[in-house]
């Protein structure tokens, strides 16, 4: 972080070099020298300790290294009295707005929260996205060196994070999203990828956190979430944060009657195995809703259906779905027994799958075999997951004397390996389900990146507005950030190779180096030109060098209002 202030650029002989990068030009300070035994001469080390200042190449911008290597250097007097860094990064700033302002999202905000508050709100969305963190208690680090949508820049405290978090009323999330799904085309037929996640928590007094089901069990009560996720446009819909103690299958009827509420009449809903239900199913049918599910496998209708066609298909090219590595055949079956329509059964078979489980169930009968060797001749009560592969045989006092697997259950599970099974409520071919049923990958990424990118794994709060609060932020900037996602993967498909920059992670590392550096004027400036990477980057946002030139220039101006205001003029 460079300091407030300039300084002479220290006249030590031989021991400052220069070194340019871009339009900067960076002092280099050689504080020591290591002898290399082997090449037998010496290393020189060297550190930065600041920045040439352009209008005068005498003078530099230190940093905390000039501070360290000249602790005995006379500073300045005067500081610049400013509450923020003399070094602003924008490139990430200018990204985000582009797509809050694409979506409307500041505009839908305002109508809810006010001005004042919507200017807070959306600072807590960036920082969210660029710090990869939830905490309020940082978020004046990241407000002091990125500009801000509140008013005149404010950098609010974390005290004052914690009261607007506390203050904000459920209604305006809802309302928000009733705005936010209006402005959808509901003539549109659409895809609804719907999945759930949910999230340790060991707060005592919010509503919603009970003991449930979690994925990962750490003995904590638990809040369900989840998310409705447009597939065909690829963006989020709505959010539901619920008790953990409610399974999947019975949130499932809320969501159904929350999307024809929303008034979505023709889609159609892609959902994961945990959601099959009878009443699930007889509810979307009477909505007229269609579904893609993925059934459970191993259960008796599934296993009939692929032992009955195992061995037609596998092997006929027409039933290859190359772009998925699999083959494919559809069969009409009803899905239970007073089922009133037929569905459609699309069975696939994976070599690649195949022998990854038939490996896995090999690696299960050794790890068995081993475990019932060292209980020969002992008390032993054997579980369910051993008597499902082995017969075993007690003595009348209970001692384990022998075991023998169960060929034919075995052998019926190696004939299932590599199968898997969708269904679909209407007519289409194998090849067009795995399609859809592949874009859950999209809604399962943002579930991803809520909790690896955007520092949600655990919420830090202790109330009930304050949990549903950061929620609602959540959402707001998985919108964002798969809105970033989804430009940067279409980007990347029209560049040769495989750019390694075009991930949101990486894209947002980079754009972080275009900063703008305050001078001696008091003017803040680009510190230096937008790299190649860079604008590769910034073309998928359809922006260019002029239009972040353009940009900086408008900050620097808001930076500057925002100084006078504060008696910095």
């Excluded at 940082?138 to 820049?153: K, Q, V």
């Excluded at 409610?246 to 009449?265: F, M, N, P, V, W």
């Excluded at 032993?380 to 051993?386: D, E």
Aim: glycine share 6%.
């Amino acid at each position: 972080m460079y300091l407030d202030f300039l300084v002479k650029i220290p006249d030590v002989k031989g021991k400052i070099t220069y070194k340019k990068k871009g339009e900067a030009v960076y002092v280099n300070y050689e504080y020591a020298r290591e002898y290399d035994k082997g090449r037998k001469f010496n290393i020189p080390k060297r550190v930065i300790i600041g920045k040439v200042i352009k209008s005068d190449p005498t003078m530099m911008q230190p940093n905390q290294n000039y501070l360290t290597q000249f602790p005995e250097a006379e500073l300045p007097e005067e500081k610049y009295d400013s509450p923020r860094s003399s070094c602003i990064k924008i490139g990430t700033h200018v990204v985000i707005d582009r797509i809050l302002w694409e979506y409307r999202i500041p505009e839908l905000l305002e109508k809810q929260l006010g001005p004042k508050d919507t200017g807070l709100f959306l600072d807590l969305v960036a920082y969210s996205l660029v710090c990869e963190n939830n905490a309020g208690q940082y978020y004046p680090e990241y407000a002091f060196n990125h500009p801000s949508y509140t008013e005149d820049m404010h950098i609010y405290s974390d005290t004052k994070i914690s009261d607007f978090l506390g203050n904000m009323m459920r209604d305006q999330s809802t309302g928000f999203l009733n705005d936010w799904n209006e402005r959808s085309d509901h003539r549109e037929k659409i895809y609804v990828s719907y999945d759930s996640t949910n999230k340790n928590c060991q707060a005592g007094d919010i509503e919603i956190v009970e003991f449930g089901h979690p994925k990962v069990d750490l003995g904590c009560p638990v809040f369900n979430y989840s998310i409705a996720y447009d597939t065909q446009n690829a963006v989020p819909l709505f959010y539901e944060s619920y008790p953990g103690s409610i399974t999947d299958i019975s949130q499932l009827e809320c969501t159904i009657k929350k999307a024809e509420g929303y008034g979505y009449r023709n889609i159609g809903f892609i959902l994961d195995r945990g959601y099959f239900s009878k009443d699930n199913i007889r509810l979307l049918d009477k909505c007229g809703y269609e579904f893609v599910l993925m059934v459970k496998g191993m259960n008796t209708l599934v296993d009939e259906l692929v032992l009955e066609v195992r061995g037609t298909f596998e092997e006929s090219r027409k039933c290859s779905i190359r772009r998925h590595s699999v083959y494919g055949i559809t069969v009409k079956r009803k899905l239970y027994a007073d089922d009133e329509k037929e569905r459609y059964f699309h069975i696939y078979h994976s070599t690649g799958k195949e022998h990854g489980e038939r490996e896995a169930l090999e690696d299960r009968l050794e790890r068995l075999g081993e475990l019932l060797k060292k209980q020969y001749g002992k008390n032993y009560k054997p579980g369910a997951g051993v008597l499902k592969y082995y017969d075993t045989f007690l003595d009348q006092n209970g001692i384990f004397t022998a075991a023998s697997e169960k060929e034919d259950v075995i052998r019926r599970e190696l004939r299932l390996c590599g199968y898997f099974v969708l269904v679909t409520s209407e007519k289409m071919s194998a090849e067009k389900a795995l399609d859809l049923y592949y874009r859950r990958d999209a809604s399962e990424k943002l579930f991803r990146g809520d909790k690896s990118y955007l520092g949600n794994k655990c919420m830090r709060t202790h109330s009930t507005e304050s949990t549903e609060a950061k929620i609602f932020i959540e959402f707001i900037a998985l919108i964002v950030r798969n809105g970033i996602y989804t430009k940067l993967k279409a980007e990347k498909e029209e560049l040769d190779g495989n750019p390694n920059y075009m991930t949101v992670p990486a894209a947002m590392r980079e754009l972080d180096k275009i900063e703008l550096i305050r001078g001696l004027d008091r003017v803040y400036r680009l510190d230096h030109a937008v790299t190649k990477t860079q604008k590769a980057i910034l073309n998928a946002f359809g922006m260019d060098a002029n239009y972040i030139k353009a940009r900086a220039n408008r900050i620097s101006e808001q930076l500057r209002y925002a100084d006078e205001g504060r008696g910095n003029a």
